[in-house]
């Protein structure tokens, strides 16, 4: 099968074609994401993978299908950026790759509350500047401190496990309590707000949803005990920016590691380095000593990688032997059948 790889960088290259050999798949890399305006690139293809900012609308899609693709392959769990609606209606499977690594997105997350709490970057920096002050560079012992975890899917129970071994005490909330799970490791289920007003350290491990869009917002910062760590490890709309803004300014949100931001589609996973900023939230996000943002790189682990490959190329490998989809995205048909 003829494969158009959208959306892929020299960091991932690699590991997309070791991983293809022996598949058959004949792969066609482009750079560009998959938008309305270049799902034209898939000309003789019949299938595309794509990323978590490329946007697979109703135009994209109909694009694709008038060329004869006939699976969209998402190389990422996350699927808010389908139109799921526009893929079924054109009889079109959906498949991803729901976990290829929930340590590498958690450790992330705790690579992100640490550098903020022991202050590493500004640290690196003042020592490279023969700087050895330690003024400014206080940070707090984790262990003791309240965690709040929003979301116990694969990566929320791979932090909460790894939080424990800190000696801290979690509470999570999820739409969809685990109970077994939560004894297992230890932890406590509580509603949103008394997760939000008990914890030192707050980390977002919910999907993109309607109703989780700005899960975090002005109202949910007031809530906040002050002074809490605010970690973002899942998706930028999840957090108001303008409100984490104020939260800041204010000292309500005592820092925040952020890996993910709401407009990071024109931004992340390109050099932009000789370019003039020209989005002001993020320029004023970045103006914080005590914010830290990397640019979607929680995922960013060699191992990660390689299951990401292995699983794009087994889903297609299915599709075209005509085997079940186990890594369909079967929301909407679901919802369908069950109308
Ligand atoms: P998952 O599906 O295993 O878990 C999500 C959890 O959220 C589930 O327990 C679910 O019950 C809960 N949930 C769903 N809707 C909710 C709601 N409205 N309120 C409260 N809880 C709700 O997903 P996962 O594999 O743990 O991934 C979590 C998120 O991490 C993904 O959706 C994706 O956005 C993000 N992610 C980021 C990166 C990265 O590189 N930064 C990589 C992979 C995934």
Redesign the pocket.
Known sequence: MKVAVFDTHKYERATLTAQNEGTGHELVFFEEKLKPGTAVLATGCQAVTAFVNDRLTRETIATLHGLGVRIIAMR???YNNVDLEAAADLDMPVVRV??YS?YA?AEHAVTLLMALNRKITRACSRVHDNNFSLDGLVGFDVHGKTVGV???????LCFARIMKGFGTRILA????PRQQLADEIGFEYAPLDKVLAQSDIVSL?????P??LHLIDEAAIAKMKHGAYLIN???GPLVDAKALIGGLKTGQIGAAGL??YEEEEHLFFRDLSDKILQDDVLARLLSFTNVIVTS????LTIDALNNIASTTWANLAAFERGEPLKNEVLDVKKKRASA
């Open positions: 990422c769990a996350g729901p976990e929930p997105v929003l979301g116990t899917g694969k990566i929320g909330y999820d739409a969809f491990h919910v999907p993109l949803l109703d989780t490890t899942s998706r890996d993910v979607h790189q929680a995922f």
